[in-house]
């Protein structure tokens, strides 16, 4: 369905629509609707002054990313938390500082606490650990199955998530058909197989930049991205408890 903007309403435009989008600081500029016609608007530039129309399609209306780097004790150092701030720094290039959290658990517990105080301000989640065809593996508490994270990102107001799991095999139909079945959760993605922490990184950031760049869709972008990854059909993608089939030529 297409977006419904009001006048004044904040939004994230980006900045290669802009102009002189090169100089901004950040690819995704924080700016405010002007003006509104059928499918497209209008946003207020730098400098007080107005652009030229731009497409609905690629302005967002709420965008913020959590990105969760899920603590085991043992492979920290090595992997999880250099993938963690891999995927901090590259985000830091979308979006100001004030938009992108990270934070590091180790049991569901802690995320639960978290999650009720601040889920709000967010658009995309990212997932980093370890996992296994039926669940994710946390240092304090150990395998933790779609079911529990149902019960851990439980709200009472619910804005839905795009949802990035880095975490090995968790696209399998075992896990992702009920994680993608979440009350807040509008898309799921994650690998079908084990993958490497650099094949991870490089995924999620062609993903970002076809998705919010581009402004194309989530389904559209998890497209390119699959197809620039070393190996095929590494990720899958699921919505709603249906696994979306990749389509050759999609643009």
């Known amino acids: 369905m297409p977006k419904k903007f009001k006048i004044n309403e904040t939004c ?12 901004y600081p950040v690819s995704i500029y924080r ?25 609905t399609s690629k302005v967002s209306k709420h965008l913020g990313i959590l990105i969760i780097n899920i603590g085991d004790f043992s492979t920290e150092d090595t992997l999880l938390d250099p993938l ?27 995320l639960s606490v978290w999650w009720d105080k601040n889920q709000l301000a967010y658009s995309h989640v990212v997932i980093i650990g370890h996992g296994s065809p039926r669940s ?7 395998n933790k199955t779609p079911d529990d994270f149902e019960k851990c990102f439980h709200s009472e ?6 949802f990035i799991c880095l975490c090995c095999e968790t ?33 999620y ?3 970002m930049c076809w998705h919010l760049l581009g402004g194309r869709s989530i389904k559209i972008a998890f497209n390119k991205a699959q197809k620039s990854l070393p190996s095929t059909n590494i990720f899958r993608s699921w919505t709603d408890g249906t696994h979306n089939t990749t389509v050759a030529g999609w643009f």
């Open 12 to 23: 994230f435009v980006p900045t290669s629509l802009l102009p002189g989008g090169a100089k």
């Open 205 to 207: 950031q062609t993903l």
């Open 157 to 162: 107001t619910i804005i839905k998530k795009h």
């Open 136 to 142: 994710i593996i946390f240092g304090h508490g150990g």
């Open 84 to 110: 963690a701030k891999s995927i901090l720094q590259f985000s830091r290039l979308l979006l100001e500082d004030d938009y992108i959290t990270m934070i590091k658990v180790r049991a569901l517990g802690e």
């Open 171 to 203: 696209g399998r139909n075992s896990f992702a058909r009920y994680f993608s079945m979440i009350p807040t959760c509008a898309h799921f993605i994650a690998p079908y197989h084990s993958i490497h922490g650099s094949i991870a990184s490089q995924f």
């Open 31 to 55: 700016s405010k609707i002007i003006e509104i016609k059928n499918k497209s608007v209008k946003v207020q530039l730098r400098d007080g002054s107005i652009s030229d129309w731009i497409t």
